[in-house]
C-alpha cells in the first residue's frame, strides 16, 4: 500500500491518536492553556515550511511535524468539548425541586414511565423564578393521563432533579458515562401531574422547519398507513423515528438481531441519492452548469433528508460519505474508498471528538473497511486505479 495515495487516512489517523491521548491524561500531553499556542505554531511554521525549499529538502521531517500539527489539534478539539455540565443558571441548580420548560428531541415510550431527552429552555427553583438555560437533561414522565410527547413539543415540567448517578458495578455498562458523552449530566422524576404540553408555543428558527417537515411525513405516512403498528414500522424505517413503536415490535427486532434495520443509516441514504440521480438523469441539463446543478440537487436532497431523520450519528456520517464520492465525480475524479472513509470520519471527529468513543459510530466504519478488506469482489475498490461510481454514474 502506498500511503501516499491515502492522505487523509494518516491524518485521521494521528488526529484520532490526539483525542485518544487527550482523553485518557497521559503526563506528556501539555495543559489545555498551552495546547492552542503549540497548534497555532505547529500549523503556521508548517504552512511556511510547504512555500519554501525546505519541505522539498527535508520531505520526511516536514511530514513528522505536519502529523504532529494533526495531532495537536486532536488534542485541543478534545480538550475543547465541555466536561461539566453547560453553563447557565441550570448548572447551578442543586436544588431537589426543578421547574422549566423543555423542548422535546426524543421520546422513548414504556411500561411504567416514558424516557425522554430534551433540551431545557427556561429553569428556576420555583414557578416564579425562570431563567434562560442551556443543556440537556433526560427526563422520567409518568404517562396516566397523557398523551407520548413527540420532538418539537414544548413541556412545562416539574419534578425532583439530580444528576445521574454512576454505575456502581464496573464490570456493567456505564449508562451515565454513555449520556455525559451526549452531553446529558442531569436527570428528573416528573410525576404525572408535574407536567403538561404547551401547544401554544413553539420552537423557532431552523428547528421548526426540522420539526414541522418532519410531522408533514409522519402525517402524510399516517394517512397511508391506516394501522398504527404498521405505522409506527413505517415511521421507523422511513424516518428513524420510533417513538410509536410498543415494546413487544422493539423486543422482537431486538431478539432476531434486526434492530439496526430501524436506524437510518447508509442504505437509506443511498437509496435517495440513487432515485435523485434517476430523476436527474432524465433531465436535459447538458455541460458543466448541468453537472453542477445535479450535484448541489443531490447534495441537498442527501442533507435535507438527514436532517429530516434528526442528524442522527448513522445518517449524518453516511451523508458525509456520500458527499465526498458526489463531489469527487463532479470534479471528474477518481474515488478511492480509504480516503472517502478518513476524510469523512475526520470531519465527524473535528464537529464531535467525542463520537470516536461511540460504538455506532466504530461499528458502522469498522463494517464498511472490513467489507472492503475480506469481500473478493470488492478489492478493486482499495486500489488507487479509477473505478466508475455506482450510485451518481447515469
Not at 451523508?319 to 465527524?348: C, D, E, H, Q, Y
Amino acid at each position: 500500500m502506498n500511503w501516499r495515495e491515502f492522505p487523509f487516512l494518516t491524518i485521521f489517523l494521528v488526529f484520532g491518536l490526539g483525542i485518544l491521548a487527550a482523553e485518557h491524561g497521559s503526563g506528556w500531553i501539555p495543559p489545555s492553556g498551552w495546547v492552542l499556542p503549540l497548534l497555532a505554531g505547529a500549523a503556521g511554521l508548517a504552512a511556511w515550511a510547504g512555500f519554501q525549499k525546505l519541505a522539498y529538502r527535508h520531505a520526511f521531517l516536514f511530514l513528522v511535524w505536519c502529523w504532529a500539527a494533526f495531532f495537536l489539534l486532536g488534542v485541543w478539539r478534545r480538550q475543547s468539548v465541555e466536561e461539566g455540565p453547560p453553563p447557565g443558571h441550570f448548572e447551578r441548580l442543586q436544588l431537589e425541586q426543578f421547574y422549566g420548560k423543555v423542548l422535546v428531541e426524543e421520546a422513548k415510550p414504556g411500561k411504567k414511565t416514558w424516557r425522554v431527552f430534551a433540551r431545557v429552555l427556561t429553569a428556576g427553583p420555583a414557578p416564579g423564578t425562570q431563567y434562560e438555560a442551556s443543556g440537556s437533561v433526560l427526563l422520567y414522565l409518568k404517562p396516566e393521563g397523557h398523551a407520548l410527547p413527540s420532538g418539537g413539543d414544548i413541556l412545562a415540567v416539574a419534578g425532583r432533579l439530580g444528576r445521574i448517578p454512576e454505575n456502581a458495578n464496573p464490570e456493567a455498562f456505564n449508562y451515565a458515562a454513555y449520556l455525559r458523552r451526549q452531553g446529558i449530566h442531569y436527570q428528573a422524576f416528573i410525576p404525572d401531574s408535574g407536567w403538561m404540553a404547551l401547544p401554544e408555543e413553539r420552537v423557532r428558527g431552523w428547528k421548526a422547519v426540522l420539526y414541522s417537515g418532519r410531522e408533514f411525513c409522519l402525517k402524510r405516512l399516517r394517512n397511508a398507513l391506516p394501522d398504527l403498528q404498521r405505522y409506527a414500522i413505517g415511521a421507523a424505517l422511513i424516518l428513524g423515528n420510533r417513538e410509536r413503536l410498543d415494546l413487544e415490535v422493539l423486543n422482537a427486532f431486538s431478539k432476531t438481531g434486526a434492530m439496526h434495520i430501524l436506524s437510518v443509516s447508509g442504505l437509506h441514504v443511498g437509496m435517495v441519492a440513487w432515485c435523485l440521480s434517476w430523476i436527474l438523469g432524465k433531465a436535459p441539463l447538458p455541460g458543466r452548469w448541468g453537472l453542477a446543478v445535479r450535484a448541489g440537487t443531490q447534495l441537498a436532497g442527501i442533507w435535507g433528508y438527514a436532517i429530516l431523520c434528526g442528524a442522527g450519528a448513522s445518517v449524518v456520517r453516511a451523508a458525509v460519505m456520500f458527499s465526498w464520492l458526489l463531489m469527487g465525480k463532479t470534479i471528474n475524479r477518481p474515488g478511492n474508498i480509504w480516503n472517502t472513509l478518513s476524510g469523512s470520519a475526520f470531519m465527524l471527529l473535528l464537529y464531535d471528538p467525542q463520537w470516536l468513543f461511540n460504538i455506532g459510530f466504530q461499528l458502522s466504519y469498522l463494517a464498511v473497511a472490513g467489507s472492503f478488506c475480506w469481500n473478493p469482489p470488492s478489492i478493486g475498490c482499495c486500489t488507487s486505479r479509477p473505478r466508475r461510481p455506482i450510485i451518481f454514474g447515469r
